[in-house]
């Protein structure tokens, strides 16, 4: 079931005297599904006393208007009384103080950062309400999930880091013991002389030994891990039926501009637990174009190796944040969102919001029915998409996206070290995304690797590693055995120069001077903007960043020099080869698109033999515009979503030989019939007018 929804009620509003006429529309508006969020302090205003008349009332009249109900269960708006029952359960920040709590820009009732989850009083109750909500609605026939976490909140509003509280240290504390053993296992891997657990303290800020920062930032990620495993547990437990959810702010890769990085959570542990993740999407709101909608749904379906993918909070109208007035929601773009999620295998979109909001710095935001101008024209698109999803509901929902043969290695141990060098984590999260953006702009079907999760190299050609700081034992041994058997690995500058504890390692020492036998001469001032490389005859310049570490020559095909070294250095390694970058392109290129880092990364999966399934004869990317598909099958029946700009009047596809058993396609959205043609070789060749909707959901004949 595709579950196409939007969000309705954050409690108290909208206010009851809209409900019907509100329910009734978003039926008409081609949707089938409605989410509420229920919230702890709202449900639970007096302790033990749970009152849920309200949504008792609201998912009796979606089920009289045929729409179904998922729940979001905001744990984390705490009761204002959690203090007075739970005596001493306040956070504590990095420099000792008490974390005051007030109600949040985005709930009108309720307390944040609240109670320390680590303190048992405080789990205990958020469990209990958390247990009486699933108990209420497990049962409820038009129920179809639940999403148990929103945007993976817990410390918002706190100042600083935390939390540093006795509770929260304890657990730090035990999870290393886990981790190293113990004591003596934690001072023989952190180089230090520790007397007893008490000494050993959390990270407090940036630019001193990486070590305990670096620590403290991982513990914070497997704490949220940890936290949205416990709200499944409850909710599991009672309603063994429903998927139980969960999405972060946005791909947990993103999640650079939070106190430490990942603090919210890690999507691929997330999924080893809940049958599956989401994230928010606002992208009128933050200038999120095609390229980063189209990487960042890629990212949550690369967390969710097969769980569900949900687009939790979809931008319904236009944002609104005090008195700005941000662009408006046109209907074109919305549909696009909505298509690309579905392209990549999401089974769930929820917009926020229906109406606009009317509390706080978001009122007159935010909903599809709202005042930007445009509503009649999202109903509209609405309309359409609703009625393409319900004519087509098995063939969609069983819709799996295409195996993929690159990867793109996400660290968030690199993360960590970069934060704790100087409290900022942007230049690694910029690295990883620059080559998830290029391949993305090159339709070049990608998946992102975790350094935990390393099953999915099974199957990879090409793997790029950017920006990567930091390896683990673990990893160093899988990347070795790849190269090894035939893959090819993408280094940038110093990748795999410090150890997980933070201590750095000689440029011989490293895992790939070892595998490849070249190592870096050392750290060196950036020689200019560019760099100049030559890839098999064709010239290819991308951007820099930070500096330059060349490599020693002598072994393997120079593609880029410098004085002192090459910095781009082609190493046959085993079946496989290793391409080493002394600098950082990835980075520079997330700044400033450049042509020739999409031809690298292009490059680079040609050689290493990547048979593309689809081919865009034409148009070619450009600074402005790339023409985007993405393909999969359902039923054995192969899909291409194709995605046009407004640059585009037409597009030309070749496929893969044997790619289609039929030379018929149906466009889901228009209803046009399409003849493919004989290309090269075998393969078929579409040529494809610009649709009204601008973009295609091509479907083979069956
Ligand atoms: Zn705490």
Avoid at 588 to 608: C, I, L, P
Wanted: aromatic share 10%.
């Amino acid at each position: 079931m595709i579950n196409f929804g939007v969000q309705y009620y954050r409690a108290p509003f909208p206010e009851d005297r809209f409900w019907e006429d509100d329910l009734r529309r978003m039926k008409d508006a081609g949707l089938n599904t409605v989410q509420l969020w229920v919230l702890w302090a709202w449900v639970e205003a007096r302790p033990g006393r749970f009152e849920f008349g309200d949504y008792d009332r609201l998912v009796e009249l979606a089920g009289k208007h045929g729409l179904g109900v998922v729940l979001s269960t905001i744990a984390e708006i705490q009761p204002c009384w959690i203090h007075r029952e739970v005596p001493g359960s306040e956070m504590i920040n990095q420099y000792g103080h008490t974390q005051v709590s007030q109600n949040r820009c985005e709930c009108h009732f309720g307390i944040t950062p609240g109670g320390c989850t680590d303190n048992p009083g405080v789990w205990e109750r958020m469990a209990a309400f958390l247990a009486a909500t699933a108990t209420r609605y497990a049962k409820l026939p038009n129920l179809r999930g639940w999403d148990c976490w929103n945007e993976t909140r817990w410390n918002v509003d706190a100042d600083g880091i935390v939390c540093h509280c006795a509770h929260t240290r304890r657990a730090f504390h035990a999870w290393l013991e886990e981790k190293y053993g113990s004591l003596d296992g934690l001072n023989r891997a952190w180089k230090r002389r520790y007397g007893c657990w008490d000494e050993v303290l959390p990270g407090k800020a940036a630019a001193h030994p990486y070590t305990e920062m670096m620590a403290f930032s991982h513990f914070l990620t497997v704490r949220a891990n940890r936290h949205g495993a416990k709200r499944f547990d409850v909710i599991r437990a009672i309603d063994s039926q429903h998927p139980v959810t969960l999405h972060g702010p946005c791909p947990c890769s993103e999640l650079a501009w939070t106190p430490t990085p990942l603090d919210r959570g890690n999507d691929w542990a997330f999924a080893d637990h809940l049958d599956g993740v989401g994230c928010s999407s606002f992208p009128k709101w933050f200038g999120v174009d095609d390229a980063d909608f189209g990487l960042r749904i890629d990212l949550v379906k690369s967390a969710a190796r097969g769980r569900k993918v949900w687009l939790s909070e979809l931008q319904g109208g236009r944002a609104s944040q005090g008195f700005a007035v941000h662009k408006p929601v046109d209907a074109l773009s919305q549909q696009r969102w909505v298509w690309n999620g579905l392209a990549s295998g999401a089974d769930t979109i929820l917009f926020w919001c229906w109406r606009d909001e009317v509390f706080g710095p978001e009122s007159g935001g935010y909903g599809i029915i709202g005042l930007d101008g445009l509503a009649e024209e999202r109903l509209a698109g609405m309309r359409m998409t609703g009625e393409v999803i319900a004519r087509n509901q098995t063939l969609l929902n069983g819709y799996q996206p295409s195996a993929v043969e690159v990867g793109v290695w996400f660290s968030p141990q690199s993360y960590y070290l970069q934060h704790a060098q100087n409290g900022q984590t942007g230049a690694v999260a910029a690295a990883f995304h620059g080559y998830c953006r290029a391949l993305v702009r090159k339709s070049i079907p990608f998946v992102a690797l975790e350094e935990e999760h390393l099953d999915a190299l099974d199957g990879l050609q090409v793997l790029f590693l950017p920006r990567t700081l930091v390896f683990s034992p673990d990893a160093e041994q899988a990347l070795a055995q790849f190269v090894e058997q035939g893959g090819t690995l993408v280094a940038e500058s110093e990748c795999g120069a410090f150890i997980p504890q933070g201590i750095y390692r000689y440029p011989s020492e490293r895992m790939l001077a070892r595998l490849t036998g070249v190592a870096e001469v050392g750290r060196r001032q950036l020689p200019g903007e560019q760099v100049a490389a030559e890839l098999d005859g064709a010239p290819c310049a991308m951007g820099l960043a930070q500096w330059v570490t060349p490599l020693e020559r002598g072994r393997g095909r120079v593609l880029a020099d410098h004085a002192d070294g090459a910095l781009l250095l082609e190493v046959p390694v085993g079946k496989g080869r290793v391409v080493l970058a002394g600098a950082y392109l990835g980075e520079a290129y997330r700044a400033k698109n450049t042509q020739g880092f999409e031809d690298f990364v292009a490059w680079v999966a040609r050689t290493a033999g990547v048979q593309m399934e689809v081919e865009i004869v034409e148009p070619l990317p450009t600074d402005t515009a790339f023409l985007y598909t993405k393909h999969g099958a359902s039923q054995g029946r192969r899909m291409v979503y194709v995605f046009f700009q407004e640059q585009h009047a037409q597009a030309h596809l070749r496929f893969k030989a044997g790619f289609f058993k039929s030379d018929r396609l149906t466009d889901l959205i228009s209803g046009q019939q399409h003849a493919l043609t004989p290309g090269p070789g075998g393969s078929l060749e579409l040529r494809l007018l610009c649709p009204t909707w601008r973009f295609a959901a091509l479907v083979e004949k069956g």
